[in-house]
């Protein structure tokens, strides 16, 4: 089997890993493809900013603080053999619960398991049973909402639908509403309806005023009653998810914490609960197993001390990603090589965006098109550490595809996403160094790829078998209208987050710089205007998805759809990913740190 860098020699100097067929796709996707409508680029003045290397300033970055956490940890596969049969225990016990039934009120309790499921991050167990359930029960939704006046109840099930893609008319909410066209007031003092109508609110597309008008009451209402006489274990949920609502939290990110709330709850199912607690210990120890894995590699590649601080050191927070995109075990292969890529992303991104020069990166694009290892030594000395590191990276994927597959393992619809990545740094390089003024258009389509979501998407079908690999290449290549909009979301949450941090090490290129520029508006407007623009979006993706569900496989979709929600997660709170400290270093904590105890029924720490 030849390898990646053989290949790329045989092609030539042009995209050279790549086959000729693939090489003419590519080709259809220069950079400004990427525009929907036609832009222009105003050009203020050029400035050299090919600084001596020994005379530029940077902003340092600390080393981590996980260092050899993960590796002194103790791992022993046993634990996992021990886990696994008490889950198999109980797995029939709650397969049970889905038997399907033809009483309507039977079709209501299993929709409302369903959610339970999906809540406490154990539905992967049951994907057959929730689809012939969830099938069957669409067939006779009307009986089954029929006379149903529990606003928890028509919520949720609302929720359940529209989140595995059955367009469930949000019409069922009006029996809500008084004469005067209003919630009705009395609704308020219904605390778990509220936060489910306020959940099923999430899932709405433009042209449903009322579920605008749902996320309006619920929420002023809600915030109230978080600081009111609820019980302490409901008022945290209500903060967490007027914080971040669960449809755009990771779904065991999700999990992590409504285990805990699910065991508050007077009225549980104890063999539901043992359940997920064994299915999260089990999750974790496949992580844990990762993240051993990962830090080794990462300390192997030793860039800390190859290459001046002015990257980011975020091993662990990759992986964080990697769970995101997939949690579930048999994604452990994909979730290793994706933390891997995702590191690469982020080292080649500090190098173009935070140390090199605009004529530094145009040569390291130029080395990436053209992926031959000899071009590399034309390269400053610390690019050519950067360049090696790219060609390691994707060589040692490649190289652990064909292990875990035993065939040929096709990563060139990966490449093509990271080269056409590449092309954006150096439009962003020229931006900000020389100082070209693109017009906030055009800047969101080309930021809109900068901000990695089709390079993310792209590596993320990695971990996938290799029909669905070839299939979401395919799919991502056509520049599908969810991930377009996924992608604008995630470069204004991305901006908005990092704007001080961005004006503040003088880089300019930020979409809140630009609109305030072109616009003559403040901050504090900008940010306005961001937020509702942002809202649009997820409106936009919600009516996506609902189009496209049934063309286009679950396997497929979710990479995309959990991508997105890597944008909430970072930047609900700033840049998390820059800088980690608080809401993301918790994150990391819940997941791979605190340690979910089945027998005891609690977090200790590991």
């Not at 930021?447 to 799919?475: C, D, H, K, N, S």
């Amino acid at each position: 089997m030849e390898t990646l860098t053989s290949l790329g020699q045989k092609c030539g100097t042009q995209v050279s890993l790549l086959s000729p067929n693939v090489v003419r796709k590519l080709s259809r996707f220069p950079l400004t493809s990427f525009a929907r409508k036609p832009t222009k680029q105003v050009c203020l003045k050029t400035t050299d900013c090919d600084l001596d290397e020994s005379k530029r300033t940077f902003n340092k970055f600390p080393r981590s603080d996980w260092g050899d956490h993960f590796l002194r940890l103790p791992f022993n596969v046993s634990d996992m053999d021990a886990v696994t049969r008490e889950m198999n225990a109980l797995k029939p016990t709650i397969r049970k619960m889905l038997m399907y039934s033809q009483d309507v009120e039977e079709t209501k309790k299993r929709i409302l398991l369903i959610y339970s499921l999906v809540a406490l991050g154990v539905a992967y167990h049951f994907e057959d049973e929730i689809d012939d359930n969830l099938k069957q029960g669409f067939e006779k939704i009307e009986t089954i909402m029929a006379g149903e006046n529990d606003l928890s109840t028509v919520s949720v099930m609302f929720w359940v639908f529209r989140t595995y893609g059955y367009n469930l008319s949000s019409d069922v909410f009006r029996r809500f509403k008084g004469e005067d066209g209003k919630f009705e007031e009395c609704l308020r003092e219904d605390v778990k309806g509220l936060i489910s109508l306020y959940e099923a609110a999430q899932l709405g597309t433009s042209t449903e005023d009322i579920l605008d008008e749902a996320m309006s009451f619920a929420s002023s209402h809600l915030e109230c009653l978080a600081g009111g006489t609820c019980p302490p274990h409901i008022s945290r949920l209500i903060k967490n998810e007027l914080y971040m609502p669960q449809h755009h939290n990771c779904d065991i990110l999700f999990a992590s914490e409504y285990i805990w709330f699910y065991e508050q709850e007077d009225v549980h199912n104890k063999v539901l609960l043992e359940f997920a607690k064994l299915n999260f210990k089990f999750l974790q120890l496949h992580w844990i197993h990762e993240l051993k894995i990962l830090t080794k590699w990462w300390n192997d590649q030793d860039l800390l001390s190859k290459l001046p601080p002015y990257f980011r050191d975020r091993m662990v927070e990759c992986h964080l990603y990697g769970v995101i995109m997939y949690f579930e075990p048999k994604y452990s292969f994909g979730r290793t090589i994706l933390a891997k890529l995702l590191v690469l992303l982020t080292v080649v991104d500090d190098t173009c965006d935070r140390y090199g020069s605009v004529p530094e990166v145009a040569k390291l694009l130029d080395c990436v098109e053209r992926w031959d290892p000899d071009l590399g030594e034309s390269l400053p000395d610390y690019m050519k550490t950067v360049f090696k590191f790219t060609l390691d990276v994707f060589e040692d994927c490649e190289r652990a595809g064909r292990c875990e597959e035993g065939q040929s393992f096709n990563v060139e619809g990966a490449l093509a996403e990271f080269k056409i990545l590449q092309r954006t740094h150096l439009s962003f390089a020229e931006w900000a160094a020389a100082e070209k003024v693109p017009t906030v258009e055009e800047y969101l389509e080309v930021g809109g790829v900068a901000v990695t979501m089709y390079a993310t998407i792209a590596l993320g079908f990695l971990g996938l078998g290799p029909r669905a690999r070839e299939q979401g290449y395919e799919w991502l290549k056509s520049r599908p209208k969810l991930v377009h909009d996924l992608a604008t979301k995630g470069r204004l949450m991305n901006d908005m987050g990092g704007f001080k941090d961005d004006i503040g090490r003088g880089f300019i290129a930020n979409a809140v710089n630009y609109y305030m520029k072109e616009n003559g508006a403040t901050e504090e407007e900008t940010y306005k205007e961001f937020h509702k623009i942002v809202r649009d979006l997820e409106k936009s993706v919600n009516l996506e998805f609902l189009k496209i569900n049934k063309g286009v496989p679950r396997e497929i979709l979710s990479r995309a759809i959990n991508c997105g929600k890597m944008i909430d997660v970072t930047y609900r709170s700033g840049d998390g990913y820059t800088r980690p400290k608080g809401k993301f270093t918790e994150y990391v904590e819940s997941l791979f740190v605190d340690h979910m105890d089945a027998s005891l029924k609690h977090l200790v720490p590991v």
